[in-house]
């Protein structure tokens, strides 16, 4: 049984930094696509950056760029976003999720597996 699990969410100031993980289980990150997705109160669940699965191809959101990172460790089985420079509007549930296909896509309805969440809050 394939499980994600994220940690690493919390509050923080505008302009700080946070590294959130996503651990698999039941599975490699090697077989996916990684992505990060979030979802902000009465809002749709958002694209945020994803990760081929040759590692070779990082995409990110247009509001992200240049401030969050993805990546990944093979030895814990699990990828990572950093985020830096972080705005209340950052603010939000994020979700990591793997997809099948090699370079994942910017749908959520592309991605089989989802995790639990973490909380982000970006203080103003």
């Known amino acids: 049984q394939v499980q994600l699990v994220e940690s690493g969410g919390g509050w923080v100031q505008t302009g700080g930094s946070l590294k959130l993980s996503c651990t698999l289980s039941g599975s490699s990150i090697r077989d996916y696509a990684m992505a990060w997705f979030r979802q902000a109160p009465r809002k749709e669940r958002d694209f945020v950056v994803r990760l081929s699965r040759s590692g070779a191809n990082r995409y990110h959101a247009f509001d992200v760029r240049g401030r969050f990172t993805i990546s990944r460790s093979y030895a814990e089985n699990s990828v990572y976003l950093q985020m830096n420079s972080l705005k209340p509007e950052d603010t939000a549930v994020y979700y990591c999720?793997?997809?099948?296909?090699?370079?994942?896509?910017?749908?959520?309805?592309?991605?089989?597996?989802w995790g639990q969440g973490t909380q982000v809050t970006v203080s103003s």
């Open positions: 999720a793997t997809s099948g296909s090699g370079c994942g896509s910017e749908n959520a309805r592309d991605y089989n597996y």
